[in-house]
């Protein structure tokens, strides 16, 4: 009788994706239970208004990964938020360079820099997070771009590879080690956020589904491989523990 009942449940166990691993292995996944510890953080990248259908600078399906980024949420002990925020005239927006149209590029003291229409100016709705994000236990919510002649995709560091918004700073003071990074857009503030966390020591997840890219000339394809060549790991928020 007890055998009988530990076998249904091994069964019952081994739903999905686990039953095809054990018939064949074709479904299994090498990153399935990867485990979140009190010294995991997650980063939840610009899920903000500008970055949704309806914003100035919409990603396809951005919306879809709030109710994701929510039910992960819930998981972690430490949360960061980003926020996109933009002075007036930022030199990111294509509006400050005459002659320019966005997703135009130009070159800047600092390098290339992709002219985006204009987005996330602070103190503006298109600038807040989005309404349906649910995670009121997040700690720090950290704001980027706010310098007028730089932009910052990454939450570590400004496009002039200089200046540090100070999070590794404040992730190091919490003691914590592993970062979990999801939002908008996979291909900008999302990968560059993962390979600065990558540089600065941490380890790093990159949870697929609960991000959205914005894909100019195959960025997305690109930003994956660079992740993958530092040693930043991809994953599904169904493989979290
Ligand atoms: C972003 C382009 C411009 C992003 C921010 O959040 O990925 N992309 N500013
Ligand atoms: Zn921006």
């Known amino acids: 009788m007890k ?11 081994l739903g999905g994706a686990g039953m095809l691993a054990a018939l064949g ?4 996944k090498a990153s399935a239970g990867v485990k979140i510890s009190d010294a995991s953080a997650l980063i939840v990248v610009d899920v903000q208004n500008c970055f949704v259908p309806g914003g100035t600078l919409p990603v396809n399906k951005g919306d879809e990964v709030v109710p994701v980024i929510n039910a992960i949420a819930q ?49 503006t709705i298109d600038a807040d997070l989005h309404k349906d994000l649910v995670i009121p ?10 310098h007028e002649g730089t932009d910052s995709y990454s939450a570590f560091q400004e496009a002039d590879r200089k ?3 100070g999070l590794a700073g404040y992730l190091k003071e919490r003691k914590l080690k592993t970062v979990y990074v999801t939002g908008l857009a996979t291909d900008f503030c999302v990968a ?38 530092k040693g930043i790991k991809r994953i599904q928020s169904s493989d979290l523990a």
């Not at 292995?25 to 299994?28: A, D, K, P, T």
């Open 3 to 13: 055998d009988q009942y530990s076998r249904r449940d091994t069964l019952r166990l």
């Open 25 to 28: 292995g074709v479904g299994f």
């Open 75 to 123: 998981k972690f002990k430490n949360v960061v938020i980003t926020q996109d925020w933009h002075t007036k005239g930022h030199v990111s927006f294509a509006s400050s360079h005459a002659g320019k149209k966005p997703f135009e590029t130009t070159k800047l003291a600092y390098g290339e820099q992709v002219l985006w229409p204009d987005h996330c100016v602070q103190g």
């Open 137 to 146: 236990h997040a700690q720090l919510i950290i704001r980027k771009g706010y």
């Open 163 to 165: 200046a540090n918004t």
């Open 192 to 229: 560059w956020t993962a390979l600065d966390a990558k540089s600065a020591g941490f380890e790093v997840y990159v949870i697929e589904d609960a991000c959205r890219g914005i894909d100019l000339n195959g960025s997305v394809a690109k930003a994956w491989e660079t992740m993958k060549s």
